[in-house]
């Protein structure tokens, strides 16, 4: 869409019954009659108006309200049957329709900022403010839902011209400075629109990440951030972007982009999406796969570094110290290509979460593996030897060590077909212990 088609466009009435579900459109004007007729105004805010203007489907629903927005909320809940959830002190909520529908309301507000990367106290205030408080003028867009004015398009800080323009720019000076997740937050919409960080702005984001402002940001902060750049369309250009901007350094002092991350992370994206047309009930954390990727050159003990200053979930980074005990390894397996025997195979792949074989076969580089990776996820991963440790105590085996050992030997020969049988299985059980 053209600036001046957007401008012309100062209602999106038409628009938004047009691109959003009915569901959604429907429940917007809803709430713009309750608005109304609560005496309060009611606008839809954030992404959803940006992307609404830009052709891109957003399902995300923010509704700033002007005046009580938490008694906006009970009522709106109350009406419709729906769930809520509510956070006094920040002025949110959200709710939940008994569809499932689930949209977040909050009310408009000023922010103060203490001190630099604090969490910032709010004040109830009017939509311009609410707006102006937002981190780039594309998401400092609302439309009105209120009565005769819903779908009027508001547009204080030249939102729609950037659109237009395919520009990102703060609203204020400070903005980097007051919170620098939105360094963060600057190259994602930049990389996923293909947009220009503006000069000026450009040119506070570099001072902002000179600084050590970052390094204050709270784990699950940053990590946030982070990951949310992992988990656009393209990773491979929000780290390089990342790298440009000097940024990788708030995740480890030694983090760079080498050139020999380049081919992994432009492989992982085709063997993820191979993976998924293979496996499709096998989901896998696909942003995982370029974090892990994107740390796996740094040692050990630093990858330990950036999973504690991240504070990322247990689940998640016992995954990535898996991959960085077990992927070298197979790797170099499996160049020596000695995996010829299924039992090779399973346990060249056991120690490896599927994050970390996706990873094995974007570092592997060729397809050549792919067969091998589908026999074991389809098959070898659930072959079991048929006797069990109290088979073993029952055969008079004393329990110790040896039991793993034993039953290990087992599945091997299983999945080898030297052993096809329970009987064959006791046969080598006598054999290996001697019985
Ligand atoms: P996405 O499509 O990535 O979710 P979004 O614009 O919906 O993008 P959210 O993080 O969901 O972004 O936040 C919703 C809105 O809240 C933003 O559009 C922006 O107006 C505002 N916002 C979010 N985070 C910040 C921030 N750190 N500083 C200022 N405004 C913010
Ligand atoms: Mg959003």
């Known amino acids: 869409m053209t600036a001046s088609s957007l401008r012309d466009s100062r209602n999106l009435r038409t628009l938004m019954r047009r691109h959003l579900p009915a569901k959604i459109f429907n429940r917007l004007q809803e709430i713009g009659v309750l608005a109304q007729s609560s005496g309060w105004s009611a606008y839809l805010v954030g992404g959803l108006v940006r992307d609404l203007l830009l052709g891109q489907d957003n399902l995300d629903v923010d509704i700033a309200v002007e005046g009580d927005g938490m008694a906006f909320a009970k009522h709106l809940a109350d009406r419709h049957g729906a769930g809520l959830k509510t956070f006094e002190q920040f002025a949110t909520a959200y709710v939940v329709f008994p569809d499932g529908f689930k949209l977040d309301v909050a009310t408009a507000r000023r922010e103060n900022y203490a001190h630099p990367t604090a969490l910032p106290t709010v004040a109830p205030a009017s939509i311009k403010d609410d707006l102006y408080r937002r981190d780039f003028t594309i998401n400092a867009l609302a439309i009105n839902l209120n009565g005769h004015a819903f779908g009027d398009l508001i547009d204080y800080y030249g939102g729609v011209s950037d659109l237009g323009k395919k520009t990102i720019r703060s609203l204020q000076d400070r903005s980097f400075v007051d919170d620098p997740t939105r360094v963060f937050r600057a190259i994602r919409y930049e990389q996923r629109f293909g947009f220009r ?4 702005t450009l040119r506070r984001l570099t001072e902002a990440a000179a600084t050590d402002l970052i390094h204050q940001l709270s784990g699950p902060r940053l990590r946030n951030e982070v990951l949310w750049l992992l988990a656009e369309k393209d990773p491979q250009r929000t780290i390089r972007r990342m790298a440009t901007l000097n940024l990788l350094r708030f995740l480890h002092p030694r983090l760079a982009l080498t050139p020999s991350l380049r081919a992994p992370l432009a492989n992982a994206t085709k063997v993820l999406s191979w993976w998924n047309g293979r496996f499709p009930d096998r989901p896998v954390d696909r942003t995982l796969v370029f974090f892990t990727s994107l740390v796996h050159g740094l040692s050990a003990s630093a990858v330990d570094a950036v999973l504690e200053r991240l504070a990322l979930p247990n689940r998640q980074a016992d995954k990535v110290r898996r991959v960085k005990t077990h992927l070298a390894p197979a790797l170099r397996v499996l160049a020596k290509r000695r995996s010829s025997k299924p039992s090779q195979a399973y346990r060249l792949f056991a120690g ?36 069990t440790g109290n088979d073993l105590k029952q055969m008079g085996l004393k329990p110790g060590p040896l039991y793993g050992k034993i039953l290990d030997r087992l599945r091997d020969a299983r999945l080898n077909g030297e052993a096809k049988s329970e009987a064959d299985e006791r046969a080598l059980v006598k054999k290996i212990a001697k019985l």
């Open 352 to 387: 490896l979460p599927d994050e970390g074989l996706i990873m094995l076969a974007a570092q592997q580089g060729s397809k050549e593996v792919r067969p091998l990776l589908s026999a074991y996820l389809t098959t070898y991963q659930h072959v079991k030897p048929s006797l």
């Open 197 to 200: 960080i503006e000069k000026r």
